[in-house]
């Protein structure tokens, strides 16, 4: 069973930064996909970066390309989002996501991933 605990939201002004973190337990995070999905209220649960198990390829959502960065550690068996020039619409939960099965094409979709965090509060005020 894999669980995933985040940590690193907070309350931060437009063009700031912040780094949330995802410990893994259960797996380790080079044999395991790993996401981020932020969630704005009212709004549906959206795609925001992915690392892929094999070969630690990254994809992004175009809305955060150029200012997130999705990274792991092995050593440490994290995962990490590098969040600069933060936007107030930014500002959601955000949850890490992780499965253990290759996957591709299905990478961006919420329903791909079978492990969730209990997510982490990400505040931006303008």
């Known amino acids: 069973q894999v669980q995933l605990v985040e940590s690193g939201g907070g309350l931060v002004k437009t063009g700031g930064s912040l780094r949330l973190s995802c410990v893994v337990s259960?797996?380790?995070?080079?044999?395991?996909?790993i996401a981020w999905f932020r969630q704005a209220p009212g709004n549906e649960r959206e795609f925001v970066a992915a690392?892929?198990?094999?070969?630690?390829?990254?994809y992004y959502a175009d809305s955060v390309k150029g200012r997130f960065t999705i990274s792991r550690d092995n050593t440490k068996n994290t995962a990490s989002l590098q969040m600069d020039i933060l936007m107030p619409e930014d500002t959601a939960e955000y949850y890490c996501?992780?499965?253990?099965?290759?996957?591709?094409?299905?990478?961006?979709?919420?329903?791909?991933?079978?492990?969730w965090g209990q997510g982490t509060r990400v505040t931006v005020s303008s």
């Open positions: 690392i892929r198990r094999n070969g630690g390829y990254t």
């Open positions: 996501a992780a499965t253990t099965t290759e996957i591709l094409s299905t990478i961006r979709r919420v329903s791909a991933y079978n492990y």
């Open positions: 259960g797996s380790t995070v080079s044999r395991t996909t």
